[in-house]
């Protein structure tokens, strides 16, 4: 396993009141109104209180934005082993049974793709995952999407990005991260660490997925390998928060497994040795 763990004018109502001779309500306007219309009134009100998915909030363990780097360091085969990593992580069952063992037994997931400053699009919105089936789901969404940008790098583009996305959650958590996966430093947009101490400023925790490119193009080596290596740029710039942590992937080929672990990780939020066996 080629991976690795390193270590936030006034209107008032009507009143109502009751005729006892004519058995109907009557309002202030003296408009009469019937029981039975009130009835049914108050019938569809509990109807529509009970209705599921977007008509309510739903509560829920975690709201996890999956940040997925789409930029131009990347080719087209490490692409293809990327969305194939997330959507493979994302059904593994020990990912599922973390998700289960929580106090609700839900997370809600948003996958994102991003390159350049500007350059973030919504692959999969908010999922809320309880089983196989929602997972299911969530992976076709990702596989079946178009590669959304070929660009620049900017992971404060991705993080400014993230919190949008939290903004306009349906569901509600008390626990939000960003998962944020990348082969490079960021090149693109503000710096990188105003956007991730604003956002630590407002309890979200990022995690870090570096991928150390084995073959990089000539022209981005220091892009993909800068001073002290990419592990430790994104230690020093990225990563922060309650329980942080970077999770290092020496080649694309091993990225499904390491995502999976670090999905097992986030979701659970145990001490290491409880994280261990439930990866076992």
Known sequence: MLHREIWGSEVRPATPFRNADAGLILASDGEEKSPMKSVLSAAMVLALLALPGPARAQSTDLLLVLAADVSRSIDETEFALQRKGYSAAVTDPRVLAAIRGGTIGTIAICFVEWSGAGEQYVVADWTVVHDEEDAGGLAAAIL?????????????????????????????????????????????????????????????????????????????????????????????????????????VDDFHSFADAMTNKLVSEIAALPPQRRAALLR
């Open 144 to 248: 079946a999407a178009p590669r959304s940008f070929i660009g620049r790098t900017s992971i404060s583009g991705a993080i400014d990005f993230a919190m949008e996305r939290f903004a306009a959650a349906q569901p509600r958590a008390s626990r939000h991260i960003i998962d944020v996966s990348g082969d490079g430093t960021n090149n693109s947009g503000r710096p990188v660490t105003e956007a991730r101490d604003q956002a630590l400023a407002e309890g979200v925790t990022i995690n870090g997925l570096a991928i150390v490119n084995d073959k990089p193009n000539p022209g981005y080596a220091f892009h993909t390998q800068p001073p002290g290596g990419l592990p430790e740029w994104y230690r020093q710039n990225v990563i922060g928060g309650p329980g942080a942590f970077l999770r290092v």
